[in-house]
């Protein structure tokens, strides 16, 4: 057991050392701002806004006329991952992560809800990508 007390103390001297927490959130507040100010852009203020630690912001999507948040939600993920940004219900910030890859997923974003704005002022849920993403866990 001792190997593991050593390989946790040297984590955490590496934590400290690099200011890996800073680094998170410093990152992670560039890259919220930047969503926020896209979502303001795109008008979808009252369809999507951000929640959480500026590090591990969850995306939270709501109803819009006849356009479940299911639908939604599954549209946005499957545009960010059409363009390279594995997403599931949010972002995490990762100490490797460059200004470049942030700038990377800013423009997946800026892309993503362009192309959701539009197909939602057609306010038809069926030009939304199906099956539509289902909570796993539900109330009963």
């Not at 680094?23 to 560039?30: A, E, M, N, W």
Request: aromatic share 10%; net charge positive; glycine share 2%.
């Amino acid at each position: 057991e001792s190997l593991s007390l050593a390989a946790a103390l040297a984590t955490i001297k590496k934590i400290r050392k690099e200011k890996v927490c800073q680094s998170l959130k410093k990152k992670g507040l560039f890259l919220n701002n930047a969503i926020e100010n896209l979502i303001k852009k795109h008008k979808l203020s009252k369809v999507i806004s951000l929640c959480g630690h500026p590090s591990w912001k969850i995306l939270i999507f709501k109803d819009f006329r006849n356009i479940t948040k299911e639908a939604i939600k599954t549209f946005v993920l499957k545009e960010m991952i059409a363009r390279g940004v594995f997403i599931v219900a949010g972002h995490n910030i990762s100490f490797s992560h460059s200004k470049e890859d942030l700038k990377l997923v800013i423009k997946a974003y800026d892309e993503t809800f362009l192309k959701l704005a539009h197909t939602m002022k057609k306010n038809d849920q069926n030009l939304f990508f199906k099956p539509f993403i289902e909570p796993i866990f539900k109330v009963r």
